[in-house]
């Protein structure tokens, strides 16, 4: 009969201790009020990540844009006045170049010069910037403002591809290919390097 108060006596103390060590790590955080006195829970996050798709990317980016517009959209309107927005647009352009389309027949050695025909340049990136991009105005927008506002980014959207294209991006991109890409070549090959880049001609409209 002994042994039930015993064991009554050894759980009670079991009891103290844990509430003297909860309080202890309580008071060392600076929480004087226990968490489970005060009926606050602990918040627990799980994740379940999945890997959907692996990429493998070879386009080198050697030159970027950055463009700042201020953007005004319009909706003209025959009886009612004319929905207008105004946003200012933080945004980039990319040029570079996909050294996955070089192949082994690309690369020719002729006596001490290493030729390397390489891949046209592109405009891989071309995007807004939302996070510091802000719609600074609407006018008579009422049900229309949000795509009026979304019409007008992919506006300026349009107009930073445009742009990075007539500002000759891709011959910036060319250009930067060659100081970055040769000396690294002709340092691991022992040779000069030659890059050859496709010819891109324009023809002229006839007037």
């Known amino acids: 009969m002994r042994l039930i108060p015993f064991l009554i006596r050894f759980f009670l103390f079991v009891l103290i201790l844990v509430g003297l060590k909860s309080m202890w790590d309580n008071f060392s955080t600076g929480n004087w009020i226990p968490d489970w006195v005060s009926g606050k829970g602990k918040t627990e996050t799980v994740h ?75 405009l891989c990136v071309f995007k807004i910037d939302h996070e510091h991009s802000k719609v600074y105005n609407t006018e008579y927008a009422f049900m229309e403002e949000g795509k009026l506002v979304n019409e007008a980014f992919l506006q300026a959207e349009k107009q930073i591809q445009k742009s990075a294209l007539d500002m000759g991006i891709l011959e910036q991109t060319k250009e930067n290919a060659t100081k970055i890409l040769t000396p690294m070549l ?11 880049f496709p010819m891109s001609t324009k023809i002229d409209k006839l007037r």
């Not at 990317?57 to 970027?64: C, R, T």
């Not at 463009?67 to 959209?73: H, L, N, S, Y």
């Not at 002709?186 to 050859?196: H, I, N, Q, R, T």
Request: net charge negative; proline share 3%.
């Open 48 to 122: 379940t990540l999945v890997l959907e798709e692996m990429t493998a990317m070879g386009k080198l980016e050697l030159v970027k844009y950055n463009f700042k517009d201020v953007v005004e959209q319009e909706v003209v309107k025959t009886w009612l006045p004319n929905a207008k927005a105004v946003i200012i647009v933080q945004g980039e352009a990319i040029g570079c170049v996909d050294l996955t389309k070089i192949e082994i027949a690309d690369i020719t050695s002729e006596q001490e010069i290493l030729v390397v025909n390489m891949p046209e340049p592109e």
């Open 186 to 196: 002709e340092k691991a090959s022992g040779k000069k390097v030659m890059l050859k």
